[in-house]
């Protein structure tokens, strides 16, 4: 295994405030861009060459990562024009690729978070002499995935996107989001126009006796598509849950990058992260959070399960469980937010505007 692409070019809406500015790929995890640890992952598997299919703000992704020779890889950028879905932005990046027609080419999506053994996925292409193979996880409720039923070789009988009745649940396997294509099959995939992989081009490949190939691994898996979700990764991660080559630091309770200032008393747990240049008042805590760079919580705050954006403000003795805030986005003192709200960036709410009472 050479070569991989890497899917990249989504908008991130459910992330929102936080992908306003900053492509999810880009949001940081564990003190780096969260596609710095999937970059790190597949060099460590062996993979020297990645194409990186970009849409939304692509023109992030090459000031910061270059060629690729900091991580040591060769990364090549192909932007799409209009948004061409998962299929499409593969068939978009064929061209860069250098594999022969029956070598395998590693695809991976952009938001997810998993310590898949990528070694052994390919081998599992390569020994069942398939034409894709596929990571499958378990999970407990199926309704949000597309299914994806194997027989007792692996080989896969289906695609059954998200469903909902009990008599539509005949698996708990679901589409993990990382492939290894025969890149022969790249190429049937239809160019210059929106191709949904999962909705298309697989159901497409079954139907006309491709053998397609699942593989279950049931090592740690995350969709990182949700603020919590996303905050929930990044805390693994520091805490050694989630395995990654690229984390800036030791695994632990909290990773604090060199610029930031903290404290002596204040107390962070929970896989926290403080970014470069934030700083945490006296008395603050701040557990399972994710404090982005330059972003300041005040004296006595109490931070849960949130992320803070970069140059946001979180005024004294606030109180913040499950929530974003927004880049540059102002919190007053004694405020109390929690269960999903999101502080648009550059906002601001004045001091003691929100309270809950014991009650609620």
Same mark, same amino acid.
């Given at each position: 295994?050479?070569?991989? $692409?890497?899917?990249?070019?989504?908008?991130?809406?459910?992330?929102?405030?936080? @992908?306003? &500015?900053?492509?999810?790929?880009?949001?940081?995890?564990?003190?780096?861009?969260?596609?710095? &640890?999937?970059?790190?992952?597949?060099?460590?598997?062996?993979?020297? &060459? $990645?194409?990186?299919? @970009?849409?939304?703000?692509?023109? +992030?992704?090459?000031?910061?990562?270059?060629?690729?020779?900091?991580?040591?890889?060769?990364?090549?950028?192909?932007?799409?024009?209009?948004?061409?879905?998962?299929?499409?932005?593969?068939?978009?990046?064929? %061209?860069?690729?250098?594999?022969?027609?029956?070598?395998?080419? /590693?695809?991976?999506?952009?938001?997810?978070?998993?310590?898949?053994?990528?070694?052994?996925?390919?081998?599992? &292409?390569?020994?069942?002499?398939?034409?894709?193979?596929?990571?499958?996880?378990?999970?407990?409720?199926?309704?949000?995935?597309?299914? +994806?039923?194997?027989?007792?070789?692996?080989?896969?009988?289906?695609?059954?996107?998200?469903?909902?009745?009990?008599?539509?649940?005949?698996?708990?396997?679901?589409?993990?989001?990382?492939?290894?294509? #025969?890149?022969?099959? $790249?190429?049937?995939?239809?160019?210059?126009?929106?191709v949904s992989v999962e909705?298309?081009?697989?159901?497409?490949?079954?139907? %006309?006796?491709a053998h397609l190939q699942?593989?279950?691994?049931?090592?740690?898996?995350?969709?990182?598509?949700?603020?919590?979700?996303?905050?929930?990764?990044?805390?693994?991660? +520091? /805490?050694? #849950?989630?395995?990654?080559?690229?984390?800036?630091?030791?695994?632990?309770?909290?990773?604090?990058?060199?610029?930031?200032?903290?404290?002596?008393?204040?107390?962070? @747990?929970?896989? *926290?992260?403080?970014?470069?240049?934030?700083?945490?008042?006296?008395?603050?805590?701040?557990?399972? %959070?994710?404090? /982005?760079?330059?972003?300041?919580?005040?004296?006595?705050?109490?931070? @849960?399960?949130?992320? $803070?954006?970069?140059?946001? #403000?979180?005024?004294?003795? *606030?109180?913040?469980?499950?929530?974003?805030?927004?880049?540059?986005?102002?919190?007053?003192?004694?405020?109390?937010?929690?269960d999903g709200v999101r502080?648009?960036?550059?906002?601001?709410?004045?001091?003691?505007?929100? #309270?809950?009472?014991?009650?609620?």
């Open positions: 295994m050479t070569e991989a $692409i890497l899917l990249v070019g989504g908008k991130g809406t459910r992330l929102r405030p936080l @992908t306003v &500015h900053t492509p999810k790929p880009m949001v940081p995890a564990a003190g780096v861009p969260f596609l710095t &640890h999937q970059l790190a992952r597949a060099r460590a598997a062996g993979v020297d &060459h $990645i194409v990186l299919a @970009t849409s939304y703000l692509a023109e +992030v992704f090459e000031p910061y990562f270059g060629d690729g020779s900091a991580l040591g890889l060769h990364i090549e950028y192909v932007t799409e024009d209009e948004p061409l879905g998962t299929g499409g932005a593969i068939r978009n990046v064929a %061209s860069r690729l250098r594999s022969a027609p029956d070598e395998p080419v /590693l695809i991976f999506n952009g938001d997810i978070l998993t310590g898949l053994d990528i070694g052994a996925l390919v081998r599992t &292409h390569e020994e069942s002499a398939a034409d894709v193979s596929l990571h499958l996880t378990k999970v407990e409720d199926p309704r949000a995935f597309g299914l +994806v039923p194997t027989d007792a070789t692996g080989r896969v009988t289906a695609f059954l996107e998200k469903p909902q009745t009990p008599e539509e649940i005949v698996t708990d396997q679901i589409n993990a989001g990382a492939y290894v294509f #025969r890149r022969s099959v $790249i190429d049937t995939i239809p160019a210059g126009r929106p909705r298309e081009t697989f159901p497409g490949l079954l139907a %006309s006796g699942g593989m279950v691994d049931s090592t740690y898996w995350l969709d990182l598509g949700t603020p919590q979700a996303f905050v929930r990764g990044s805390a693994d991660l +520091v /805490l050694g #849950r989630a395995p990654s080559p690229a984390v800036p630091g030791r695994c632990g309770d909290r990773l604090v990058l060199p610029t930031a200032s903290v404290a002596a008393d204040a107390k962070l @747990t929970g896989g *926290t992260v403080v970014g470069e240049g934030a700083r945490i008042g006296e008395g603050a805590r701040v557990d399972g %959070s994710t404090v /982005l760079s330059g972003a300041v919580i005040e004296p006595g705050a109490v931070v @849960t399960d949130s992320l $803070i954006g970069a140059g946001a #403000r979180i005024g004294a003795r *606030t109180a913040l469980t499950g929530v974003v805030i927004g880049d540059g986005a102002r919190v007053g003192a004694d405020n109390e937010l929690r502080v648009w960036c550059d906002a601001t709410l004045p001091a003691g505007a929100v #309270r809950f009472s014991s009650d609620q």
